[in-house]
């Protein structure tokens, strides 16, 4: 499990990365290329997704992949929930609330990418709403209640006998 949430932690950094560069571009962002190579993701256009974020006059934010990268923090969510055995608790319950509110991301980057979402990276400009991003990414958004439920995840795993 503790692969998956490496996993899961990586892709919702750089999610986080380009929605913040894309609202303070800085010449030189964070770098999660070494993540990604230690993860063995072997796709390398990643590295390039806080630069090519960009935030329109209207607020609305591109970030470059979104599709890709969203359908792997849902993908992820689903393997911890299967390795957990969470299927009918809470945190369970918890786990397929954020799939639900990711697919929405998905729905408004692109309609019908919810069900048919890239397993590759397609670049385009897919521009979210600054709000919707924002209850996704922001300081308190679903990303950092995501990953407090999986590393008090990985603690109680951590504890169970046989670990």
Same mark, same amino acid.
Request: glycine share 8%; charged share 25%; proline share 7%.
């Given at each position: ?24 571009? *800085?010449?030189?962002?964070? +770098?999660?290329? /070494?993540?990604?190579?230690? &993860? ?5 256009? $990643?590295?390039? #997704? ?31 929930? *299967?390795?957990?055995?969470? +299927?009918?608790? /809470?945190?369970?319950?918890? &786990? ?5 509110? $990711?697919?929405? #991301? ?58």
């Amino acid at each position: 499990m503790e692969l998956h949430i490496r996993r899961l932690r990586y892709f919702m950094d750089l999610l986080e990365t380009g929605y913040h560069h894309a609202l303070h571009p *800085d010449p030189l962002p964070r +770098s999660l290329r /070494a993540d990604r190579i230690a &993860l063995g993701i072997d796709v390398p256009e $990643l590295d390039a #997704v806080p630069l090519w974020s960009v935030k329109r006059r209207d607020g609305a934010v591109a970030i470059p992949f979104v599709e890709f990268i969203v359908t792997q923090i849902s993908r992820t969510l689903e393997a911890i929930a *299967d390795d957990a055995g969470l +299927s009918g608790s /809470a945190a369970g319950e918890d &786990l397929i609330l954020a799939r639900g509110t $990711l697919r929405r #991301v998905l729905e408004q980057a692109s309609p019908g990418s919810a069900t048919a979402a890239p397993d590759l990276p397609r670049l385009g400009d897919i521009f979210l709403s600054g709000e919707i991003l924002d209850e996704v990414c922001g300081p308190k958004g679903l990303l950092q209640t995501i990953a407090g439920q999986c590393e008090a995840l990985l603690a109680v795993e951590s504890v169970r006998p046989g670990h």
